[in-house]
């Protein structure tokens, strides 16, 4: 007899046979499915992000379109025309003799415009920065429109680049819905619109600032790559414009959070605790190294062999910023330079807010200017946006690396001398954006569709106001018509409008005399306006067709008041210059 055949045992510890599985489906089955519900996925995947790319793309263009625009009909500025020659010596005789009071990098972007243009300039030329200027752009055979196009076309298109930097910051932090609501903000913000398409510096230094703090927070994951990049961000914008560097503690402060940030390990000891915290300390110094090399990088590129010597315009600074200036480690030229602003310091300015001419400085003047120059639904979403990155908890690590800068920039320029333009704080349309990302994650039904006609409110007010971005105040003010009742200078009238002021003469007022009172950095005379100055004739002789700049008239005293006093408002163009009818 033949031994019984042994039976496994049950896995469950029964002891006895176990029942026979039913076959399962063969492997070959599965994969077809697999790669099935993978191309689906991988489908809808790409059709959400062709919306989404299209609506990006949308609010760039508009945005360009804008700028554009402003950048073709507009006249030199009048800090423009400075900012042109300066980047003109550039090219032409390597020198950093002219406009030190700011480093060389926004003036090199200028160049890079410039460069195909192949103005003409006197090498022999020995006059001021304001008289380069005018002698580059009217005096030296140059067309001043192709010119100042050319300069402005760089600018524009770090602009558009700035909004990128927009959405991928607020994505990071919110969400693709977050992102598209920061760069709408960005792209309607008139402020952005005005500054961003002029040969000038606040822009570009301010996305510098912006570019930093974006990469310092993704050096929370990743620090070996973005914190060296974020002190050369840093160092831009330093080589821009001197007025970001007292954010210079901050910088160290984010990349040394970054660092730890990155680096955390669970329940440490003292020891690995104190190597850490040395490691994050020699990353935050490193980062600031990155910067102040860039700065150097700046001056290098303009002259390799930094000649500077400094002329009767650099004033001795007394006192803890004459320290600070001697202190600094960049270039004698960049040293001198932070002297020559400090020096603007001490000089008495004249402001006008609200109808008000004053001298010296308003600590509130730029809160009550952005209040007055920022659409009402961009004003409603950045402090939605800011109570809610201290409300929600995921979102408070970002506070060091989002508001911060903004408000310690913000402090400190309203404690400046010159109450001249929210253009000093350019900066805050761009941070303010970001933060206004976070209403996205707020757990309310009527959140989405608040935060939507919001920003629909801010591209409906902005899309009025063009093409003229640079006297825009919100409809709570009465629109840019009225913003040269409230505000002056660069806020509204500086110097802009000629050309439009040409054209207006040409079209109504042909062969009529004119008297002119132009505040800004163009000639009348190239534009084919053929006016007289009403401040050198006898008040008798003054009869016709008055046009005066509105700053201006915001600033009008003496002989100019009494005219005005004496004269009908008929007309404006481009809510910058007021034609009188004096009889």
């Not at 480093?103 to 006059?127: E, N, Q």
């Not at 005018?134 to 700035?162: C, K, Q, S, W």
């Not at 002329?311 to 006192?319: E, F, H, L, R």
């Not at 960049?330 to 001490?346: K, L």
Request: proline share 8%.
């Amino acid at each position: 007899m033949s031994a019984p055949r042994a039976v496994p045992a049950d896995p469950a510890g029964g002891g006895g046979p176990t029942a026979p599985h039913p076959p399962g489906p063969p492997a070959t089955a599965e994969r077809p499915d697999r790669r099935r519900k993978l191309l689906r996925y991988v489908r809808s995947v790409r059709r959400r992000r062709w919306p989404y790319a299209l609506a990006v793309l949308a609010l760039l263009a508009q945005m360009a379109i804008a700028m554009v625009t402003a950048a073709v009909e507009q006249t030199p500025t009048i800090d423009e025309p400075v900012y042109v020659g300066t980047a003109e010596v550039y090219l032409k005789e390597r020198s950093l003799r002219y406009n030190p009071e700011h480093p060389p990098l926004g003036k090199l972007v200028v160049a890079a415009g410039l460069v195909f243009t192949d103005a003409h300039l006197d090498r022999g030329f020995t006059g001021s920065q304001k008289a380069l200027g005018r002698h580059v752009l009217y005096e030296a055979g140059n067309d001043p429109d192709r010119l100042m196009l050319a300069a402005r076309l760089p600018v524009i298109v770090l602009t558009l680049l700035f909004g990128l930097v927009v959405l991928a910051f607020a994505r990071d932090l919110t969400g693709p819905a977050g992102g598209l609501v920061a760069l709408a903000l960005y792209a309607f913000s008139p402020d952005v619109i005005a500054n961003g398409s002029l040969a000038t510096l606040d822009v570009p230094a301010a996305g510098f600032l912006l570019t930093c703090a974006w990469l310092l927070w993704r050096a929370r994951e990743h620090p070996r790559l973005h914190l060296p990049l974020a002190g050369a961000a840093f160092g831009a914008a330093a080589a821009t414009k001197m007025s970001v560097l007292p954010l210079f503690p901050v910088l160290i402060l984010s990349a040394l959070l970054s660092h730890l940030h990155a680096r955390r390990t669970p329940g440490p000891d003292r020891r690995a605790r104190a190597r850490l915290l040395l490691h994050a300390a020699v990353a935050a110094v490193g980062t600031a190294l990155v910067a102040v090399a860039v700065v150097w990088a700046a001056y290098l590129v303009v002259d390799p062999r930094l000649r500077w010597a400094a002329d009767a315009n650099v004033p001795d600074i007394p006192g803890m910023r004459g320290r600070v200036a001697a202190w600094l480690p960049f270039p004698e030229a960049y040293r001198d330079g932070m002297r020559i602003q400090f020096g603007f310091e001490y000089d008495v300015w004249q402001g006008f807010l609200f109808g008000r001419l004053y001298e010296g400085s308003l600590w509130y003047y730029l809160p009550a200017a952005l209040l007055v120059k920022t659409p009402l639904g961009a004003l409603a979403l950045w402090g939605a946006g800011a109570a809610a990155l201290l409300a929600v908890r995921r979102l408070r690590p970002a506070l060091p690396y989002v508001l911060l800068p903004a408000a310690v920039l913000l402090a400190v320029s309203m404690n400046g001398a010159r109450d001249l333009g929210v253009r000093y704080a350019v900066f805050m349309p761009m941070f303010l954006a970001v933060a206004a990302a976070a209403v996205t994650l707020l757990r309310h039904r009527a959140v989405p569709w608040a935060t939507a006609a919001l920003v629909c409110f801010v591209a409906v007010s902005s899309l009025r106001t063009y093409p003229y971005y640079l006297p825009y105040s919100n409809e709570a003010f009465g629109g840019p018509s009225r913003t040269h009742l409230r505000l002056h200078d660069s806020n509204v009238d500086w110097g802009q409008d000629l050309g439009r002021l040409a054209d207006h003469l040409h079209r109504h007022h042909s062969g009529e005399r004119a008297w002119l009172v132009y505040k800004g950095a163009g000639v009348p005379a190239h534009y084919g306006i053929d006016a007289s100055d009403p401040l050198k004739a006898p008040l008798g002789e003054v009869h016709g067709l008055l046009v005066v700049s509105d700053s201006a008239v915001a600033k009008a005293d003496g002989r100019l008041a009494a005219l005005l006093a004496t004269s009908t408002p008929v007309d404006e163009v481009g809510h910058s210059i007021t034609l009188y009818r004096r009889r």
